[in-house]
């Protein structure tokens, strides 16, 4: 079942990020970033178990980020991490937003929601202030796409 986030949910969001963090794939984020953000992110819960977990963070008034898709190992390949995906893009188009961007190492993934590859440079500076909390700043490898609504 995919549902909003709830502050139960924070701490197995963090141990489902971290354990993608640790292996460089996404940024690690602090239980006090999850907290404040916890609005942003939907879950996957089966059973009583968080198995996925995305976010949609609002950047602008036209503009905003899917970010920290992570689903559990266990549950991969089961369409999970597409569900919550969908969820993130259907409350953009209800909020009236434009444009949705990731970053991301998988943009096969992106692509089947219509995603397409940009050049980093066509994002506006304000969605940078995560990437300076990155170990890889400023030599990012992530691969910046966008969706039109």
Known sequence: MIRKAKISDVKEIQKLLTSFASRGE???????ELYEA????YVFEEEGTLLGTSALHIVWEDLAEVRSVAVAESA????????????C?????????????CLTYKPDFFAKFGFKIADKSELPHKVWGD????????????IAMVLDL
């Open 26 to 32: 996404m940024l690690s984020r602090s239980l006090s």
């Open 38 to 41: 916890l609005r942003d992110f």
């Open 76 to 87: 991969g390949r089961r369409g999970i991490g597409s569900q919550v995906v969908g969820a």
């Open 89 to 101: 893009i259907d409350e953009a188009r209800a909020l009236g937003l434009k444009r949705l961007f």
């Open 131 to 142: 990437c300076i909390k990155c170990v890889k700043f400023p030599d990012c490898d992530e």
